[in-house]
């Protein structure tokens, strides 16, 4: 069982930044984040390697969020700057344990932090 504890959300104006956290009790194979709007499906944000740390995002975040990890403390950690009235959702991360064809599955979920971006 893997439990993820994330924090950092908040209320923001356009263009502001913040960082989200997420501990894990435990290291896992891939670390994701991602986020779920108002009436829309949950979508993937980022995610990154613990092992070689190699990253990915969708392209609505490229260059405005950062993925990054602290191996010491299992936490990984999303920089978001430059944050748009369309970033607003809750964010969540998850943790996969396996990698199926390069495909993550993603088995343990956070809680969920709230991000709002007023314009």
């Known amino acids: 069982q893997v439990q993820l504890v994330e924090s950092g959300g908040g209320l923001v104006q356009a263009g502001d930044s913040l960082r989200l956290s997420c501990a894990a009790s435990v290291r896992t194979d891939v670390m994701g984040w991602f986020r779920q709007a108002p009436g829309k499906e949950r979508e993937f944000v980022a995610a990154?390697?613990?092992?070689?740390?190699?990253?990915s995002y969708a392209d609505s975040v490229k260059g405005r969020f950062t993925i990054s990890r602290d191996n010491a403390k299992n936490t990984v950690y999303l920089q978001m700057n430059n944050l748009k009235p369309e970033d607003t959702a809750v964010y969540y991360c998850?943790?996969?344990?396996?990698?199926?064809?390069?495909?993550?599955?993603?088995?343990?979920w956070g809680q969920g932090t709230q991000v709002t971006v007023s314009s």
């Open positions: 990154i390697a613990w092992t070689g740390g190699s990253t």
């Open positions: 998850a943790a996969a344990l396996v990698v199926v064809a390069r495909v993550p599955k993603y088995d343990y």
